[in-house]
């Protein structure tokens, strides 16, 4: 370990010295360290007793800091007031910050002007010498040797079968994660709309009339049978699927009636899935004059006047349409289900009805 | 091993028992000494170097922001219940008063009520964790454009990799808890990209929500994910990462003093503490006040978690931008005709959501690139020294550029993550935004590429033309004969040494192996390897140098006394 010069480089006392090391390499040889120069904390008594008053300040500063933080907490009363909340955060903050900061930049003010500051220099070590690595060898020969684990390959290789072997309980203990009774894919295809479930209001749960809706607007409505599940955790996984927006329009402006789905609206009142196919985020704004349903999460752009085709972003599939009508009170109900699962595309989904079980 | 020969004598073993400390602090040292050998730690530690550069100090945030949120984060665990059954809510907040929500929810508002100081640690919590991702990435991006990646440090690059990859996963695991309709929408986006995940996707989603989306599940378990296995596996890295950095030495700048077989710098003992245990109360101080003064995720504001609201405008924590981003980037339809597709199979066909998974493709891709740099550089430029003094970024001009590249492919990734705040903030189309945003993410990069190596190659011939002509002093003088020209002083050595101690190796061309052969793989190194080095700028070399000391001394005596020394001891070292 050596220090800096304290002048002249051909005459410092560093390890490298003028033109040590790699001589020849490049335009100039390494000159060694630079000069110390000396801090004015180094030379003028005066400033060194400056810097000591400042670190000492600082010291202090972080006492103010911890008393601000007592203030905050004892004197300020939580209410439901939320300035008070406001005040109280902020005092402590302040005053923990205080008190770091006191510490902190005190203690580094010290370092940088009353420490000595010469760069010390220190020799690496060779990662490896050879004679070690030639001893560690023989050592882990040895080892392999006693243990006879070559000499043997009916132990090494029931050793191995074992071990791969033994950990697969704990994989499969995995499997319990989803207990559900209804395990697998099957319930994806399904909600809770069906044959006359009315389409109620979230959360008043109020049934609503096709005179409730006015051109132009979109409300987002629920399953009657939605509140009938018990469950606050059940409850959501249901409604997460069977979430719909109800958009009413002026029966003219529809654009596109696909063959067999002409009886699925209502006198322009028109019903999706709210959960939006790209990734499932909710469907939430609508606007009246393009008919468009916009996603905010990664602005997929439905368009309601066309079945709810893409029509911008990332979704690769329109939002599924719910058939609707109304019944013989005159409320808004289901015609069916979906006729295809909701939400995001998922491996399993394809294209078909396998199970006969979509009666569109 | 042979314990036959005698290594220690009896006297030696007897030194220990004999010392008598003086005072009583000598007496307490001593005896912790005698039993958990200190000696050999202060000996080994006490006065190790490390060097000092303001550029190194990203790690140290990044561990001690790590620091921060495990005292924090503790704190918080003590209030925070992480179940997800259903609870009437009755804190302090009133607009939230009667709802049913999930005990989650419930006490994550408690805290920030009516635990005096919760809304602080909270806040602290989550600034430290913008923190701690922020200085890893800006500590990586240190280490990559100035090749500290390069022998003997590719693993310890590797182990830097997986703990970027855990603060991620620390951060959305910490995020999602709350269980209100932000984070509960970030996990809808979570359960839609692993559904998305061909065969075993929508089982990994099961699992993760023991059922259907989002059920009542998985609070629990990203609790657990974020408390205990992350933060463990969080601290081991930490602790191998350290342990390298101890081995391997830290690496330096090049500069006068420094070369690839010593460290120049300060002792632990006590400057080097001093400054880094200083700087720990710095980083601590800064976030104190920043959560005192900034709110950050005010999740009274969302509600409790529901499957039909969101908020227009929502954003993830930054780090989780460029994920967003990409998705919100790619198209669904390419004019009519759409991407995903279904493939036709007996039992029904099966889904490809490809708008889901063409995004996860460059995320992949940049991660993978990312853990094996080092071997693909060390491949293509066939360099297999060990290094310790670090490149300056302008000598690398290559690796710089795709530095660049990448920061802006990344970049690009992120705006995007904000397209919808960018419309609303600049007035512009959002869908205009997004056109050219996938142009800018093919064109960004290579544009990117070509300024930056540009730019290195401008300032290492400036570098060139410092150490030939000096610098220009600002003196414009008259000459006998009346010409004008500015008068230059020439750089101390120190100086000069820094600016032309670097290698610049020429193209290397394919190499025959062993048997004689140039195999392919090999030719399409040599194609990397031109591509990687064709431009260069060479240092100057000492003729050049001393051709330029000659033309100092020729064209005017008026430095000659200095450089004339110069050049006689330069031409002795010859």
Request: glycine share 10%; proline share 7%; charged share 20%.
């Amino acid at each position: 370990m050596g220090e800096h010069g304290h002048g002249d480089p051909t005459e410092s006392g560093a390890v490298i010295k003028a033109g040590d090391g790699e001589s020849g390499k490049y335009a100039i040889d390494n000159p060694g360290l630079p000069p110390h120069r000396p801090r004015v904390a180094d030379e003028d008594p005066k400033a060194e007793k400056r810097s000591e008053r400042q670190v000492a300040t600082l010291f202090l500063i972080s006492i103010i800091g911890t008393v601000i933080f007592f203030i905050g907490y004892f004197a300020v009363e939580l209410s439901e007031d939320l300035q008070a909340l406001r005040l109280q955060n902020t005092l402590l903050g302040v005053g923990v910050g205080f008190a770091m900061l006191g510490i902190g930049l005190g203690v580094v003010h010290w370092a940088k002007t009353l420490m000595p500051d010469h760069e010390l220099v220190e020799d690496r070590k060779p990662l490896r010498k050879e004679a070690e690595r030639q001893e560690a060898e023989q050592i882990i020969d040895d080892v392999l040797e006693e243990s006879g684990i070559k000499r043997r390959p009916l132990i090494r290789n029931t050793l191995i079968g074992a071990a791969v072997l033994a950990p697969l309980p704990f994989v499969l203990t995995l499997r319990d994660l989803d207990r559900s009774e209804d395990f697998g894919v099957e319930r994806m295809r399904h909600s809770m709309w069906d044959e006359g479930v009315r389409l109620v209001r979230d959360p008043t749960g109020t049934p609503i009339r096709a005179a409730d809706i006015t051109i132009g607007s979109a409300m987002h409505v629920i399953p009657e049978n939605l509140r009938e599940v018990s469950g606050h955790a059940a409850r959501l996984s249901e409604k997460a699927k069977a979430v719909v927006l109800v958009v009413r329009m002026n029966p003219d402006d529809i654009q596109q009636v696909t063959p067999g789905r002409e009886d699925w609206t209502y006198d322009g009142i028109i019903a999706c899935s709210k959960v939006c196919t790209h990734v499932g985020c909710p469907v939430a704004l609508y606007e009246r004059h393009t008919h468009h349903l916009l996603c905010p999460c990664h602005q997929s752009t439905f368009d309601a006047a066309q079945e709810f085709k893409v029509v911008f972003g990332p979704a690769g599939r329109p939002l599924p349409q719910l058939p609707i009508t109304v019944d013989d009170e005159g409320f808004l109900v289901a015609r069916s289900d979906f006729t295809e699962p909701v939400g995001p595309t998922y491996w399993e989904r394809g294209s078909t009805d396998p199970e006969g079980d979509y009666n569109a | 091993m042979s314990a036959t020969t005698e290594k220690y004598t009896e006297a030696q073993y007897l030194e220990a028992e004999q010392y008598q400390p003086a005072t009583r602090t000598g007496r307490i040292t001593n005896y912790v000494d005698q039993r958990v050998g200190g000696t050999g730690i202060v000996r080994e530690f006490g006065r190790k170097i490390f060097p000092d550069h303001w550029t190194f100090m990203f790690g140290e945030v990044a561990l001690y922001s790590f620091v921060i949120l495990i005292l924090s984060g503790t704190f918080l665990t003590f209030w925070f219940d992480p179940s997800m059954a259903s609870t009437r809510y009755d804190g302090s907040y009133a607009p939230l008063q009667g709802l049913e929500m999930s005990t989650a929810y419930a006490t994550a508002l408690e805290l920030s009520f009516d635990v005096r100081g919760g809304l602080f640690m909270r806040q602290l919590h989550h600034w430290a964790a913008l923190l701690f991702v922020m200085a890893m990435s800006i500590h990586m991006l240190r280490v990559f454009f100035t090749g500290a990646f390069r022998k003997p440090r590719e693993l310890n690059w590797v182990v830097g990799c997986a703990l970027l990859i855990m603060g991620l996963a620390a951060g959305f695991t910490g995020y999602s808890l709350p269980d209100e309709v932000l984070s509960g929408n970030g996990l809808r986006i979570i359960d839609g990209m692993m559904k998305a995940i061909p065969v075993v996707g929508t089982y990994m989603s099961f699992f993760l929500f023991g059922g259907e989306f989002p059920g009542g599940e998985v609070i629990p378990r990203l609790y657990v994910l974020h408390i205990m296995v992350i933060p463990a596996l969080i601290l081991v890295l930490i602790a191998v990462h350290l342990f390298m950095v101890v081995t391997h030495k830290h690496t330096q700048y090049p500069g006068p003093g420094r070369t690839e077989r010593n460290v120049v710098g300060y002792p632990v003992g006590p400057v080097y503490a001093a400054k880094a245990g200083g700087f720990f109360f710095i980083v601590f101080g800064i976030l104190a006040v920043i959560s005192g003064t900034f709110q950050i995720n005010a999740l009274w504001n969302y509600g409790p978690y529901d499957p039909s609201p969101v908020q227009a405008g929502a954003q993830p924590d930054w780090y989780i931008g460029p994920f967003e981003g990409v998705l919100r980037l790619m198209p669904g339809f390419v004019g009519e005709i759409p991407l995903e597709f279904v493939i036709p199979t007996p039992w029904g066909g099966n889904s490809v959501a490809t708008p889901v998974l063409i995004p996860m493709i460059p995320i992949a891709v940049m991660f993978l690139v990312m853990f094996i740099w080092p071997w693909i550089e060390a491949w293509i430029t066939g360099d297999k020294k060990e290094h310790h003094i670090l490149d300056r970024p302008r000598n690398a001009p290559t690796r710089t550029a795709i530095g660049a590249a990448s920061v802006t492919f990344y970049c690009i990734m992120w705006g995007m993550g904000s397209n919808d705040l960018i419309a609303t903030h600049f007035m512009l189309s959002l869908n205009d935004i997004t056109y050219w945003s996938r142009v800018l993410i093919f064109v960004g990069p290579v544009i990117a590429f070509v300024l930056t190596k540009r730019i290195c190659l401008s300032l290492q011939r400036k570098d060139r033309e410092t150490v030939l002509h000096g610098h220009e002093a600002g003196v414009i003088e008259m000459l006998p004969h009346g010409e004008f020209r500015e008068k230059h002083t020439r750089p101390s050595d120190y100086e000069l040494y820094t600016l032309v101690a670097f290698e610049s190796p020429a193209p290397s061309g394919p190499q025959p192996n062993a048997k004689g052969k140039i195999t392919r793989t090999e030719k399409l190194r040599a194609r990397l390897n031109q591509w990687f080095y064709q431009d260069r700028v060479e240092p100057v070399s000492r003729e050049e140098y001393l051709e330029a000391l000659e033309h100092d001394h020729h064209g005017d005596g008026h430095e000659g006394g200095l450089e004339a020394t110069d050049r006689r001891s330069i031409e002795a070292s010859h």
